[in-house]
């Protein structure tokens, strides 16, 4: 749900939208928000807001609540393109979507093993991208916004750390290709253009490997 475009494989086999719905609602004439996670969430992004790395689907548990929330407004509104999320969000109610926000940034989550990726060198270069940022390539330091070892900045910028090489990249070249473009100011696609193949795996390779 955080940064980038994915797609169901086979680890998240998403049950009809309709389908998912009428489960929550019969839980309770007015479901929980444990019940709504329970139905809709869960079959991709884990029981615990752990994600799924083999799918490059995102962790949520942990993440910042206005981030959140404002990834599932773009959702519902058409400004950030999934056809599985925008149908979920666009059949959830403004307290629903941020109540749901909420209740995955109050969740603790081991980060899967999984998640982890990219060589040493790979490490390196970006730890070096994380931190100092490349100035013959007019790169900005990846800290600068996302916070000290990528822990996040509450209102603007989600946490990197711990989420998995396979998400991040495929956020990265989300960004990259134009497919996402839902941040304020454009300020991901102008940083991004500069980055090549290799600096996208080396960043989401050092931050994957962070807690």
């Not at 807001?49 to 407004?73: C, F």
């Not at 931190?131 to 996040?152: F, I, Q, T």
């Amino acid at each position: 749900m955080v940064a980038g475009t994915w797609r169901a494989g086979p680890s998240c086999i998403a049950p009809t939208v309709a389908n998912l719905l009428v489960t929550a609602a019969k839980s309770e004439n007015a479901p929980t928000t444990p019940a709504l996670a329970a139905s809709l969430c869960q079959s991709c992004h884990g029981a615990h807001g752990e994600g799924s790395p083999g799918a490059a689907i995102p962790r949520l548990a942990g993440q910042s609540a206005a981030y959140l929330e404002k990834q599932l407004k773009d959702y519902a509104a058409g400004t950030r393109d999934n056809t599985i999320m925008s149908q979920f969000a666009k059949r959830l109610s403004s307290p629903e979507l941020a109540s749901l926000a909420a209740y995955y940034a109050s969740l603790n989550s081991p980060i899967l093993p999984a998640a982890r990726g990219g060589t040493a060198s790979a490490q390196s270069r970006g730890h070096l991208l994380a931190h100092l940022a490349d100035e013959s390539h007019r790169v900005e330091a990846c800290d600068n916004c996302h916070g000290p070892d990528g822990n996040g900045a509450t209102r603007t910028a989600p946490y990197l750390a711990g989420q998995s090489s396979q998400y991040l990249t495929a956020a990265l070249n989300a960004w990259k290709q134009g497919t996402r473009k839902n941040d304020d100011g454009k300020l991901m696609q102008s940083v991004v253009d500069r980055l090549d193949a290799n600096d996208i795996a080396a960043i989401a390779a050092y931050f994957s490997n962070l807690d």
